[in-house]
T-cell receptor, first 116, second 113 residues
Framework: DAGVIQSPRHEVTEMGQEVTLRCKPISGHNSLFWYRQTMMRGLELLIY????????DSGMPEDRFSAKMPNASFSTLKIQPSEPRDSAVYFCASSLKVQGLTQPQHFGDGTRLSIL | AQTVTQSQPEMSVQEAETVTLSCTYDTSENNYYLFWYKQPPSRQMILVIR????KQQNATENRFSVNFQKAAKSFSLKISDSQLGDTAMYFC??????????WGAGTKLIIKP
């Protein structure tokens, strides 16, 4: 079974440009998470969807960041305009959440984003 | 606030030795889940082991086992017969009632040949 699929694996772009990161969760999973990982701040949860609905976006740093989940098999994280301080590894994770049962989160390979 | 603390920034052991990584957490919740994830240089985040707080028995997955002390809020990871492929960052994580993972800062583990 395919795991969480993220694209691109690497992205290098100039500041001010729009960046779109993509994620395909594991089939059947109903929860999706976007994380950012940096040396300084470690792993930070940006936003969490359940059944395609954003549940908690308190970790989204600024209005420049937005995330969508138009259907159960696809999500995007967009940064517009991008800034050098957005450089990080961005992870997408998915899991199955049902009443009374908690499943672990499964991670994609991440997107390494470099803003010049 | 819920926090996870990993007090060992880096550890290094010889291949085949046993190593224990420490993790403590702080929460007022009674039912929760704890996880250890491994992140090798390839940067994948790989689930190593999980523990439900309501279970008294310590979880075990092959060479990996935990020592879960609920009263002390401690959740250490023991790796037996360590292998070169175990070299990675290890993250302890606590899942709260909002289904969110609270992460420790990580321990860099180096297995020397």
């Amino acid at each position: 079974d395919a795991g969480v699929i993220q694209s691109p694996r690497h992205e290098v772009t100039e500041m001010g440009q729009e960046v779109t990161l993509r994620c395909k969760p594991i089939s059947g999973h109903n929860s999706l998470f976007w994380y950012r990982q940096t040396m300084m701040r470690g792993l930070e949860l940006l936003i969490y969807f359940n059944n395609n609905v954003p549940i908690d976006d308190s970790g989204m740093p600024e209005d420049r960041f937005s995330a969508k989940m138009p259907n159960a098999s696809f999500s995007t994280l967009k940064i517009q305009p991008s800034e050098p301080r957005d450089s990080a590894v961005y992870f997408c994770a998915s899991s199955l959440k049902v009443q009374g049962l908690t499943q672990p989160q499964h991670f994609g390979d991440g997107t390494r984003l470099s803003i010049l | 606030a819920q926090t996870v603390t990993q007090s060992q920034p880096e550890m290094s052991v010889q291949e085949a030795e046993t190593v224990t990584l420490s993790c403590t957490y702080d929460t007022s919740e009674n039912n929760y889940y704890l996880f250890w994830y491994k992140q090798p240089p390839s940067r994948q985040m790989i689930l190593v082991i999980r523990q439900e707080a309501y279970k008294q028995q310590n979880a075990t997955e092959n060479r990996f086992s935990v020592n879960f002390q609920k009263a002390a809020k401690s959740f250490s990871l023991k790796i037996s017969d360590s292998q070169l492929g175990d070299t990675a960052m290890y993250f302890c994580a606590f899942m709260n009632s909002n289904y969110q993972l609270i992460w420790g800062a990580g321990t860099k583990l180096i297995i020397k040949p």
